[in-house]
């Protein structure tokens, strides 16, 4: 049973903390107050853009604080007046010390990997362009440097052969959302030990992912490369050039039983083709450069 005088700060922007907000909402913890990202020009009009976890505050009636200054006396003033027991904080950034180190029942993080391992920005898309055949989700308790805090549950994650990132991404924030009650249940009954991250060789980071990282290598083989398709599907998409063109691949197929030259691209049997280290990758979901996203066969149709 959740104490009525428990009260909840939630801070996170994205859609991937909705879930979680919802759920809490749903099983009736006293939510205070929400802190999420200042709303941001979108879209072509340029017009100011709430975040999903605003509007999702806003549909529940809740106050929601929007801080360009995490350090801001003003704001950590009205912080301090929420009184908060506990904060749950999900796809934000970095927070001071003085902000996560407020509640008496401390700040819980929820991060989409098996910590330690996949510590960083990018967990989700990493462990795809990785070729892991299994993941996970975590959460952990706040504390100085990022990703390294008290671990209090942990729930594996198979990932599918073809999965992409943005099929990976929706079926983790739902399940991160229920093993985010159980983490808060357990702080609450004070039934959850609290185990310390111990890094071992054979973990991996998750940096964050820039322009370069999308670019695809044809001198890797077939399944590096449909990896790295797969774990930037469909954002930020892997890319390469056609006809002086900046092609975005959200799928493809691999045939190591094909080949042309590494690098070549020619028609084979009517289909887009690229040469590999192994084989040839043939797109089949892409957008060229100053079009929409389209099947590779509606692309060709356009270009002839």
Request: hydrophobic content about 40%; charged content about 20%.
């Amino acid at each position: 049973m959740i104490p009525e005088h428990c009260r909840l700060v939630f801070i996170g922007t994205p859609e991937f903390s909705v879930p979680s907000l919802e759920k809490i909402i749903e099983a009736g913890f006293n939510v205070v107050a929400v802190i999420t990202a200042p709303d941001r020009p979108a879209g072509r009009g340029m017009k100011l853009q709430a975040s999903a976890v605003k509007q999702c505050a806003v549909n529940h009636h809740i106050p929601v604080l929007q801080p360009t200054n995490l350090k801001n006396p003003e704001f950590l003033q009205t912080l301090a007046d929420l009184k908060p027991d506990v904060q749950v904080v999900i796809a934000f950034r970095m927070l001071p010390e003085v902000v996560w180190n407020l509640p008496t029942m401390g700040t819980i993080n929820l991060h989409a990997s098996l910590l330690p391992d996949y510590r960083g920005a990018a967990p989700i898309n990493r462990a795809i362009m990785n070729g892991e055949k299994q993941t996970g989700l975590t959460t952990f308790r706040l504390k100085h440097v990022i990703d390294t805090g008290n671990i209090l549950r942990q729930l594996t994650v198979d990932i599918g052969a073809n999965e992409t990132a943005g099929e990976l991404h929706d079926r983790m924030m739902h399940l991160g959302a229920d093993l985010m009650i159980e983490t808060l249940m357990g702080v609450l009954d004070h039934s959850l030990v609290e185990q310390p991250q111990v890094v071992l060789p054979h973990h991996k980071n998750a940096p964050k992912i820039f322009k370069d990282d999308c670019l695809i290598d044809w001198q890797q083989n077939g399944n590096q490369i449909i990896n790295l398709i797969r774990g930037l599907s469909p954002y930020p998409t892997a890319r390469c050039f056609f006809q002086g063109k900046i092609l975005k691949i959200y799928h493809a197929e691999y045939d190591p039983d094909s080949a042309i030259q590494i690098g070549e691209v020619n028609l084979k049997d009517d289909r887009l083709a690229f040469g590999c280290a192994d084989g040839v990758i043939y797109p089949t979901d892409v957008q060229i450069e100053g079009k929409r996203r389209m099947s590779v066969e509606e692309m060709l149709r356009g270009l002839r």
